[in-house]
């Protein structure tokens, strides 16, 4: 299986501040295909998991500006500009490009 | 709008079977594909399997010997079993529609939380 190194587990932020949270796989995540298949979410207390990005750097719908995603081959990170209060919870990425799908363990974005 | 929403009992005793049902409402699900995910105490998410759109299925071999996801399309609903439970099968079941060939998992049900204890 692919194993997602996710880090921090916990992340201390100040409202307005930024964050950052890198994912590692320990194979490559470009398909044969050419596409990169590396997700992230973020689950809100109480929530189900919302997604944010899609492969690599994507926005989905709906999705704020603040949020980005960069990264290719094995390395790839989570970007959080002026975090607002909403922005709190736990994130995860998760690769598709292997089965099983994995995720990566998760970090908890928190008020500093 | 897609809403997914399940169902079952919130708790199994060991060695039983966990049998969980995935509603849809506002999409067909012989379209795109259909998963189950869950998420551990203390936070791991697992990917469990999927179900196709022609209701073909892929499970993550780690517990292929003890799954199986089945479907309704007349009631568009789909099924998790899972049979032979532990307590590490403690856990909140979600399901989720995975959109087509980019892969992701974009409408998420809320999630139910089982509990296998005797």
């Known amino acids: 299986d692919v194993v997602m190194t996710q880090t921090p587990v916990s992340l201390p932020v100040s409202l307005g501040g930024q964050a950052s949270i890198s994912c590692r796989s320990s194979?490559?995540?470009?398909?044969?295909?050419?596409?990169?298949?590396l997700h992230w979410y973020l689950q809100k207390p109480g929530q189900s998991p919302q997604l944010l990005i899609y492969r690599v750097s994507n926005r989905f719908s709906g999705v704020p500006d603040r949020f980005s995603g960069s990264g290719s081959g094995t390395d790839f990170t989570l970007k959080i500009s002026r975090v607002e209060p909403e922005d709190l919870g736990d994130y995860y990425c998760?690769?598709?490009?292997?089965?099983?799908?994995?995720f990566g363990a998760g970090t908890k974005l928190e008020l500093k | 709008e897609v809403q997914l929403q399940e169902s079952g009992p919130g708790l199994v005793k060991p060695s039983q079977s966990l049998s969980l049902t995935c509603s849809v409402t506002?999409?067909?699900?012989?379209?795109?594909?259909w998963g189950w995910i869950r998420k551990f105490p203390g936070n791991k998410m697992e990917w469990i399997g999927h179900?196709?759109?022609?209701?073909?299925?892929s499970y993550n071999p780690s517990l292929k010997s003890r799954i199986s996801i089945t479907r309704d399309t007349s009631k568009n609903q789909f099924f998790l079993q899972l049979n032979s439970v532990t307590t590490e099968d403690t856990a909140t079941y979600y399901c989720a529609r995975r959109y087509y060939g980019y892969t992701y998992f974009d409408y998420w049900g809320q999630g139910v939380m089982v509990t296998v204890s005797s």
């Open positions: 179900i196709s759109y022609s209701g073909s299925t």
């Open positions: 506002g999409y067909s699900i012989t379209s795109n594909y």
């Open positions: 194979q490559s995540l470009v398909h044969s295909n050419g596409n990169t298949y």
């Open positions: 998760l690769q598709s490009t292997h089965f099983p799908y994995t």
